[in-house]
């Protein structure tokens, strides 16, 4: 019997093609070691239908796209894993037409890596105090983010500029004397679009923005949120490319911080309202699409109130990746001792851009752009292994088969569920010579609640994600980026 991996058909080591009815290339890069997952080539299959979308609204509702719309292009990310309604690691290329869908759940998810002064064996000899101090500053009220709500609005509505230009020297109250004194502002370019995209005032975000009287703290700003998200102090353990090593400011040996957060309870509020809407915009009588994928023509009214609400929710993960980037150097600073720090790079792998007449999306992948306006050595890449595994930092080579776009990790091979029925041995064991910060210390729990945390954390342990390495190997052989220097954990914080 036919399945759908079969409709894959491999081209060379590190590609294969998607055999489908339509003319549109969906080159999957992955070389023969990276497991592919036969739902996500099902799921893929199902998204493909937006061009049986297309037709059918050319015949019935011929005034309701552009007649030059398509999608053009698709390319997969060797991280590929089935998603909601559209692959993680699938980027969409389209021309007349946005995807809301294909942006993901979490509005601007992203990478965040700021460089340190300290070396390896600094840190590790303070380890313990640094749990006790990460623990305190993330979950037991050390956050301290004092805020306006014009100073709100201005994040929501300006980004990081926005921010920048709100909060005045004089207010230094909690994180804020450490955002004054890093000069954040020098390092806006190495933050996607300045971390700034404008958006008009929103309605549907008063209860964020908060009364007008005076200085007040909110649940959301400096939050991690679950799933595969962290925040995580590593060492640079080698150094693969030392021209481009070198340029970044990278040395082995040194101490950095990689955040993965987007948007959380902001971002899903506004991924709902406009999902919504483009819904509620499908021309009335006619059958809704079966991949439950619906599209959002140009130029409309509602399209420019698309990009209020996506650009406001993208406003607020830069700040958030910012301030959890903030939370960790201070508790370093603390207890390590203070020194220089300086951003590598800040970008998200779920949203869409608008390149020329083409819109870009991509869900779970990192934009992987080529030397052009990178100083002649690609855009950063930030790639995640599982939890207590190898991260890296690569350079974008630009490559337009895949989109210029690389995987955002190493994509999983189990689901949440078939994660908690796994080996718990091997799970204690990881545990045992593995340092997580959760908001609980597993040290203090009653035995109940101590298996409760453990079964939530169990869903992001290494068995449940593919190799980091075969991921590696097949953007370097594809010629997507080139790899810079391999990271290791030295402890990692879990919402």
């Known amino acids: 019997m036919k399945t759908d991996i079969d409709q894959l058909q491999r081209l060379d080591q590190v590609r294969l093609r998607l055999m489908h009815p339509h003319q549109v290339p969906v080159p999957l890069f992955a070389r023969p070691e990276v497991p592919l997952e036969m739902k996500a080539v099902t799921e893929l299959l199902q998204v493909l239908q937006v061009v049986d979308t297309l037709t059918r609204l050319r015949q019935q509702a011929p005034d309701f796209l552009d007649a030059q719309a398509c999608l053009e ?19 969409l290329a389209t021309r007349g037409f946005i995807v809301p869908q294909a942006i993901g759940n979490d509005i601007n ?78 390092s806006l370019e190495r933050v996607h679009g300045l971390g700034s995209m404008p958006a008009r005032p929103l309605q549907g975000l008063e209860n964020y923005l908060g009364s007008a009287n005076g200085l007040s703290r909110d649940d959301q700003i400096g939050s991690i949120g679950g799933g595969n998200h962290f925040v995580e102090i590593q060492v640079i353990d080698k150094i693969l490319d030392g021209t481009t ?54 130029g409309l009214p509602q399209t420019e109130v698309f990009w209020d ?32 720090s300086e951003l590598l790079y800040d970008a998200p792998h779920n949203l869409v851009w608008r390149e020329g007449e083409v819109y870009v999306h991509r869900k779970g992948a990192c934009p992987a752009r080529g030397p052009e306006g990178f100083s002649g050595y690609g855009e950063p890449v930030l790639v995640p292994g599982s939890m207590g595994a190898s991260s890296f930092i690569l350079a974008g080579q ?26 718990d041995q091997q799970f204690s064991e990881f545990l045992k010579n593995f340092r997580v910060v959760t908001p609980s210390d597993f040290r203090r729990l009653r ?49």
């Open 398 to 423: 630009g490559n337009p088969e895949a989109l210029c776009s690389a995987s955002h990790g190493a994509g999983r091979q189990l689901s949440r569920g078939q994660a908690q029925g796994y080996d």
């Open 447 to 495: 035995p109940d609640v101590l298996r409760e945390k453990l079964a939530d954390l169990k869903q992001e342990a290494p068995f449940a994600y593919k190799g980091i390495g075969p991921v590696i190997a097949t953007l370097a052989q594809a010629g997507i980026a080139r790899p810079v220097a391999e990271l290791l954990p030295l402890l990692t914080v879990k919402g």
């Open 309 to 340: 609400w996506l650009n406001s929710a993208t406003n607020f993960a830069f700040a958030n990746r910012m301030f959890l980037a903030l939370i960790a150097l201070r508790g370093l600073h603390e207890v390590c001792g203070e020194g220089e």
């Open 73 to 91: 292009r698709v390319a997969v990310t060797p991280d590929f894993h089935k998603g909601s309604g559209i692959p993680i690691g699938t980027v």
């Open 109 to 186: 998810c992203g990478m965040r890596l700021h460089t340190t002064h300290l070396t390896q064996a600094q840190v590790v000899e303070r380890l313990d105090e640094l749990e006790h101090k990460l623990r305190y500053l993330f979950f037991e009220g050390g956050r301290n983010i004092p805020m306006t709500r014009n100073q709100r609005q201005a994040l929501c509505q300006e980004g990081l500029l926005g921010l920048l230009g709100a909060v005045p020297p004089a207010q230094d109250e909690g994180l804020w004397s450490l955002f004054h004194r890093l000069d954040l502002e020098r």
């Open 245 to 298: 090593a070198h340029a970044w400011g990278l040395r082995q040996g040194q101490v950095v911080i990689m955040v993965h957060t987007g948007s959380l309870m902001i971002g899903s509020l506004c991924g709902t309202i406009y999902r919504q809407m483009v819904k509620d915009l499908f021309p009335p009588g006619l059958k809704h699409p079966e991949n439950g994928i619906f599209l959002l023509p140009e």
